[in-house]
């Protein structure tokens, strides 16, 4: 069954490896201004985690002549860890009221189902279940969606902020 999943890993790592680069620079362009946000910064911190995170699983997934239980023992790991940052980061950005820009519970529900669904998937696979796979492949992608809104929240916020001056 590995065979069958990896192109859907390299794509999405690859994937994931790109959009986090692609953050970072535009990140460069106005730092002074994510640092003193902390909804912006978190934002950033979460993005950055999440994509790393995505890409690390696609490429523990590539690894060769594992079990699903060991694959799933190692996106445990990631995926909580990513889930724990996630949380974290969105509990400050809410609490600081600095910039309300895509702060909601759609957005904390949305993500956290997501991170939580990865999680799933990862406690399927340590249980011998394939399903695991398409569980965290649905999850995964559905943060993608939530990671590309929150690049372009930041710009937005960024925009908002410079406006204010």
């Known amino acids: 069954m590995a065979e069958q999943w990896n192109n859907f890993f390299v794509m999405v790592g690859g994937g994931a490896a790109a959009l986090a680069g692609l953050i970072f620079v535009a990140m460069s362009i106005k730092p002074d201004i994510i640092i003193r946000n902390p909804t912006h910064k978190n934002r950033a911190i979460n993005m950055l985690t999440s ?8 490429g523990l997934a590539l690894i060769g002549n594992q079990t699903l239980e060991v694959l799933g023992f190692e996106w445990l790991a990631v995926w909580g860890i990513a889930m724990t940052i996630f949380i974290r980061g969105y509990s400050i950005a809410i609490r600081s009221r600095m910039s309300a820009i895509g702060l909601n519970a759609p957005r904390l529900a949305g993500g956290t189902i997501c991170h939580l669904a990865e999680v799933a998937g990862a406690i399927f696979l340590i249980l ?38």
């Open 128 to 165: 011998g279940h394939a399903t695991g796979l398409y569980i965290v492949a649905i999850a995964t992608i559905i943060l993608f969606a939530f990671l590309i809104s929150g690049a372009w929240l930041i710009i937005i916020g960024i925009y908002e902020d410079q406006a204010k001056r």
């Open 51 to 58: 994509f790393t995170a995505i890409f690390m699983t696609c």
